[in-house]
């Protein structure tokens, strides 16, 4: 092969590798020769870092360096002290100048001093993601704003840590512990630039933020604020009829009824809207009615957990919008098999369905979805009462049909999801955990039709054993089996026809030994992330025989973490694998 690619000029290898799906296909070619290695180096964009990832090389300026063109940094998967990896990449100066993006989420503070060191030497951050950080208050807000004036994306949603929601609370000590409008308030005029920005779970924020947003930051075109409760129709509102350029609005927990006015504005202030999220709210059909007549450029509909309007509303709305590719109506509780069948006419142009919890729903609803949106791509039909009705439509077919969700459907059997391999040949992603009536001969026979699976979820699922002996999976990377009767002969099984797997799930499997483990490390040779939590029969001396016996191994959740000592710990980072608790 090394011989065979110098035939080719590295720029037509270079197209052709723009052209993989998955990252883990690049990192295949990387090994077959020093040419494909550094190319492949300069087309990585994003790279993410784990605790692992620093043991091996040391430092985060070696992975700089080796990746020139790095776009966006991932540090959300970190668990040490982020400073001094912050500092690190600060230095690397000359081969940040292109980092535009930047995730420092799920920390337990903001790490103030990295941040500081880092600023002064990259100019061109433009995205910031601080989720899910447990101590964020308006002192981190005004930091920010200082240190990266150019920002046009951040976000600053669910903080973790509790605290009292009260008004009392938000005129006293609240910007010393959450963020509140103060800190919104002073965001917005120094990043006037802003163009989305997350404030969901931000529980002190009120309609104030939202009128500082859209007077000072005349570009705005996202802003997501679901789970704000002091946030009201009069902060919407003055967003919808500001931010010219909004594209994007998420917000949840209001109430929409045929009283409500002002969102008349739709029709006329926010015609660039593409993207409407409405979350466990009550809305009425009237409010649908004046969306579906503001003629808007949507794509993007979320209903998610809303009640209170009909049918009438919502095939009024779709009616309007047969352009949208993505819909999800999760536990929306009028929709039934009839009332999808006449809205699912609409659809044509979907990509992407989301009709989890929606229990009046069965197979009926996913065979006339396949049938009538021709360009759909993803269902997520999780606990439904799919498996409900003996429905099979011969004939019916979809071919781009990528990724199905059936979890939770405690009907489906194997009859069911054969049908739905029948329809969907082409699935690289299938869902079926906690569907109780499936037996592995129902898995079985769907990857004989589905043999180009790369992600296969079959979480408590007592009926699986195994997946068979059949032919290779080649593109099988993830599979997680939590919970499930799956065991030693099935782990061999596996490791046969799994020869690519990245990722095992193995949490509370009570059959699975030293036995079946050594089979899946054998055959598998890229394995990379095990969790054996809870699994009885697997001891400290076999997964440290399972450990020291793949090099490839970055991460495993042993059985009882209360065994591992430090030195054990520190045993396992040396040979490249972290211990987590899961």
Same mark, same amino acid.
């Given at each position: 092969?090394?011989?065979?690619?110098?035939?080719?000029?590295?720029?037509?290898?270079?197209?052709?590798?723009?052209?993989?799906?998955?990252?883990?296909?690049?990192?295949?070619?990387?090994?077959?020769?020093?040419?494909?290695?550094?190319?492949?180096?300069?087309?990585?964009?994003?790279?993410?870092?784990?605790?692992? !990832?620093?043991?091996?090389?040391?430092?985060?300026?070696?992975?700089?360096?080796?990746?020139?063109?790095?776009?966006?940094?991932?540090?959300?998967?970190?668990?040490?002290?982020?400073?001094?990896?912050?500092?690190?990449?600060?230095?690397? =100066?000359?081969?940040?100048?292109?980092?535009?993006?930047?995730?420092?989420?799920?920390?337990?503070?903001?790490?103030?001093?990295?941040?500081?060191? @880092?600023?002064?030497?990259?100019?061109?951050?433009? =995205?910031?993601?601080?989720?899910?950080?447990?101590?964020?208050?308006?002192?981190?807000?005004?930091?920010?704003?200082?240190?990266?004036?150019?920002?046009?994306?951040?976000?600053?949603?669910?903080?973790?840590?509790?605290?009292?929601?009260?008004?009392?609370?938000?005129?006293?000590?609240?910007?010393?512990?959450?963020?509140?409008?103060?800190?919104?308030?002073?965001?917005? =005029?120094?990043?006037?630039?802003? %163009?989305?920005?997350?404030?969901?779970?931000?529980?002190?924020?009120?309609?104030?933020?939202?009128?500082?947003?859209?007077?000072?930051?005349?570009?705005?075109?996202?802003?997501?604020?679901?789970?704000?409760?002091?946030?009201?129709?009069?902060?919407?509102?003055?967003?919808?009829?500001?931010?010219?350029?909004?594209?994007?609005?998420?917000?949840?927990?209001?109430?929409?009824?045929? !009283?409500?006015?002002?969102?008349?504005?739709?029709?006329?202030?926010?015609?660039?809207?593409?993207?409407?999220?409405?979350?466990?709210?009550?809305?009425?059909?009237?409010?649908?009615?004046?969306?579906?007549?503001?003629?808007?450029?949507?794509?993007?509909?979320?209903?998610?957990?809303?009640?209170?309007?009909?049918?009438?509303?919502?095939?009024?709305?779709?009616?309007?919008?047969?352009?949208?590719?993505?819909?999800?109506?999760?536990?929306?509780?009028?929709? !039934?098999?009839?009332?999808?069948?006449?809205?699912?006419?609409?659809?044509?142009?979907?990509?992407?369905?989301?009709?989890?919890?929606?229990? %009046?729903?069965?197979?009926?609803?996913?065979?006339?979805?396949?049938?009538?949106?021709?360009?759909?791509?993803? =269902?997520?039909?999780?606990?439904?009462?799919?498996?409900?009705?003996?429905?099979?439509?011969?004939?019916?077919?979809?071919?781009?049909?990528?990724?199905?969700?059936?979890?939770?459907?405690?009907?489906?059997?194997?009859?069911?999801?054969?049908?739905?391999?029948?329809?969907?040949?082409?699935?690289?992603?299938?869902?079926?955990?906690?569907?109780?009536?499936?037996?592995?001969?129902?898995?079985?026979?769907?990857?004989?039709?589905?043999?180009?699976? %790369?992600?296969?979820?079959?979480?408590?699922?007592?009926?699986?054993?195994?997946?068979?002996?059949?032919?290779?999976?080649?593109?099988?990377?993830?599979?997680?089996?939590?919970?499930?009767?799956?065991?030693?002969?099935?782990?061999?099984?596996?490791?046969?026809?799994?020869?690519?797997?990245?990722? @095992?799930?193995?949490?509370?499997?009570?059959?699975?030994?030293?036995?079946?483990?050594?089979?899946?490390?054998?055959?598998?040779?890229?394995?990379?992330?095990?969790?054996?939590? %809870?699994?009885?029969?697997?001891?400290?001396?076999?997964?440290?025989?399972?450990?020291?016996?793949?090099?490839?191994?970055?991460?495993?959740?042993?059985?009882?973490?209360?065994?591992?000592?430090?030195?054990?710990?520190?045993?396992?980072?040396?040979?490249?694998?972290?211990?987590?608790?899961?």
């Amino acid at each position: 092969m090394a011989n065979q690619s110098k035939d080719l000029p590295m720029e037509c290898w270079e197209l052709i590798f723009n052209r993989l799906t998955h990252q883990s296909d690049l990192e295949s070619f990387s090994l077959v020769c020093k040419q494909f290695l550094a190319l492949t180096n300069r087309l990585r964009l994003s790279l993410s870092v784990i605790d692992s !990832t620093l043991l091996i090389h040391g430092t985060i300026a070696k992975l700089i360096h080796r990746f020139p063109n790095l776009s966006s940094i991932d540090l959300s998967n970190f668990s040490g002290d982020l400073d001094p990896v912050l500092v690190d990449l600060a230095n690397s =100066v000359s081969y940040t100048s292109k980092i535009e993006k930047l995730d420092v989420s799920n920390r337990k503070k903001l790490p103030v001093k990295g941040l500081r060191e @880092l600023a002064g030497n990259l100019k061109g951050l433009r =995205v910031l993601n601080c989720s899910n950080v447990s101590v964020l208050c308006d002192y981190d807000l005004y930091v920010i704003a200082d240190l990266f004036p150019y920002l046009e994306e951040i976000d600053i949603s669910y903080p973790s840590m509790d605290y009292v929601v009260d008004r009392g609370y938000i005129a006293s000590e609240a910007s010393k512990l959450a963020v509140t409008d103060d800190g919104i308030e002073v965001l917005s =005029v120094k990043l006037s630039g802003l %163009r989305r920005i997350n404030i969901a779970g931000n529980h002190l924020i009120t309609d104030r933020s939202l009128v500082a947003l859209s007077m000072n930051c005349l570009n705005l075109e996202g802003v997501e604020m679901d789970d704000c409760p002091f946030v009201t129709l009069k902060g919407i509102l003055s967003i919808l009829r500001t931010c010219a350029a909004l594209s994007w609005i998420s917000v949840s927990e209001i109430r929409i009824d045929k !009283t409500s006015s002002g969102f008349e504005c739709l029709a006329t202030s926010s015609r660039t809207l593409q993207k409407l999220e409405v979350a466990n709210s009550s809305i009425s059909d009237e409010f649908l009615f004046m969306v579906a007549n503001a003629c808007l450029p949507l794509n993007t509909l979320s209903l998610c957990w809303c009640s209170d309007f009909t049918l009438s509303g919502i095939s009024k709305l779709l009616c309007a919008y047969r352009s949208l590719k993505f819909v999800s109506l999760d536990e929306v509780e009028l929709l !039934t098999d009839e009332y999808m069948n006449e809205i699912s006419q609409y659809l044509r142009c979907l990509a992407t369905i989301h009709l989890g919890g929606c229990v %009046r729903l069965t197979n009926l609803t996913f065979f006339t979805l396949a049938r009538n949106c021709p360009l759909l791509e993803q =269902v997520y039909m999780e606990n439904t009462g799919f498996g409900t009705k003996d429905c099979f439509q011969h004939g019916v077919k979809n071919l781009r049909i990528r990724d199905v969700n059936l979890s939770s459907n405690r009907y489906l059997d194997d009859d069911a999801l054969m049908n739905v391999a029948l329809i969907c040949p082409n699935m690289d992603f299938l869902d079926v955990s906690s569907c109780n009536c499936l037996t592995e001969a129902g898995i079985i026979s769907a990857l004989e039709v589905c043999n180009q699976i %790369r992600n296969l979820q079959l979480d408590n699922c007592p009926g699986i054993k195994h997946i068979g002996k059949g032919a290779e999976l080649p593109n099988v990377e993830v599979i997680s089996a939590a919970g499930s009767a799956i065991n030693d002969e099935g782990l061999a099984m596996i490791g046969n026809r799994c020869s690519r797997l990245l990722k @095992l799930n193995l949490e509370n499997c009570k059959g699975v030994t030293a036995e079946g483990l050594h089979a899946i490390v054998k055959n598998c040779r890229s394995l990379r992330d095990i969790n054996l939590k %809870r699994c009885p029969q697997v001891s400290i001396n076999s997964l440290n025989s399972l450990v020291f016996s793949s090099s490839s191994l970055r991460r495993v959740i042993p059985p009882c973490c209360s065994a591992f000592t430090d030195s054990l710990r520190g045993f396992y980072l040396h040979h490249g694998c972290r211990v987590y608790s899961g």
